[in-house]
Antibody, heavy 125, light 108 residues
C-alpha cells in the first residue's frame, strides 16, 4: 500500500524555521517526484514546490523562493520541507503529495496521489 | 489572478447530476486532475488526466474537457459527495503547478 506519513503538529514563533518530514512507503521512492502543498485555514491549496528524489532537482513556487528548501533522504525514504522566516501568514496545514504523470494523445497530465495526512504549523508569538 | 478559475459554490439535489467546472488557458495544453476534500481531511484524488478514475472512486464521477474548461460531473449525487472540490494542472510559468480556488458542493 502506497502511503505518505508526515511529522506532527508544530508551533513556531515568528522568524523561526520549521522542518516537516514525509516518509514514503509501498513504492520505489526514487521513481516519483514529491510535491509540497499548503492550505491556510478556510482557504484553498497553494503549491509550494517539488523535488526529484533520484537527483538534485527542485522547483519552488516564486512566492517561496529563498525561504523554502526541499531535501530527501533515500536511506529512509523520507522527504523534508523546511520553511524559514515564518510569519503568522504561514499558519497552515502542509501536505506532501506524490507526483504521477502520463502522456496520452500527445498531451501530458500530472496528478498528486497519495497525499500525506497533513501537518499543521501554527506561527504565533 | 488565479490561472484556474472555479465557481465558489454549487448545490445539487440528492440523486441529481451536477457539473463542477475549472477554467484556464493552461487546460488547452495539459490535462487536469480533481481532488475531493471533506472537512478536516486530507484531499483525495477523484479524477486524473481529465477523465480517469483511480481505483475506489465510484463511477458516478466522470470528467471531460472543452476548450479551456475542464469539468467534473457527478451523476446521481450522494450525501457523501458533499465536499470541496479542487482542480489542478501544470502552471503557465516554468516548472510549476496550480490549483483552482475550489468549489464547495452542497447536496440538498
Amino acid at each position: 500500500q502506497v502511503r505518505l506519513v508526515q511529522s506532527g503538529t508544530e508551533v513556531k514563533k515568528p522568524g523561526a524555521s520549521v522542518k516537516i518530514s514525509c516518509k514514503a512507503s509501498g513504492y520505489a521512492f526514487t521513481r516519483h517526484w514529491m510535491h509540497w502543498v499548503r492550505q491556510v485555514p478556510g482557504q484553498g491549496f497553494e503549491w509550494m514546490g517539488v523535488i526529484n528524489p533520484s537527483g538534485e532537482t527542485t522547483s519552488y513556487a516564486q512566492k517561496f523562493q529563498g525561504r523554502v528548501a526541499m531535501t530527501w533522504d533515500t536511506s529512509t525514504n523520507t522527504d523534508y520541507m523546511q520553511l524559514s522566516s515564518l510569519t503568522s501568514e504561514d499558519t497552515a496545514v502542509y501536505y506532501c503529495a506524490r507526483d504521477n504523470s502520463m502522456v496520452r494523445e500527445g498531451i501530458s497530465g500530472w496528478w498528486f496521489d497519495p497525499w500525506g495526512q497533513g501537518t499543521l504549523v501554527t506561527v504565533s508569538s | 489572478s488565479s490561472e484556474l478559475t472555479q465557481d465558489p459554490a454549487v448545490s445539487v439535489a440528492l440523486g441529481q447530476t451536477v457539473r463542477i467546472t475549472c477554467q484556464g488557458d493552461i487546460l488547452r495544453t495539459y490535462y487536469s486532475s480533481w481532488y475531493q476534500q471533506r472537512p478536516g481531511q486530507a484531499p483525495v484524488l477523484v479524477l486524473y488526466a481529465e477523465n480517469n478514475r483511480p481505483s475506489g472512486i465510484p463511477d458516478r464521477f466522470s470528467g471531460s474537457r472543452s476548450g479551456n474548461t475542464a469539468s467534473l460531473t457527478i451523476t446521481g449525487a450522494q450525501a457523501e459527495d458533499e465536499a470541496d472540490y479542487y482542480c489542478n494542472s501544470r502552471g503557465i510559468t516554468g516548472f510549476s503547478w496550480v490549483f483552482g480556488g475550489g468549489t464547495k458542493l452542497t447536496v440538498l
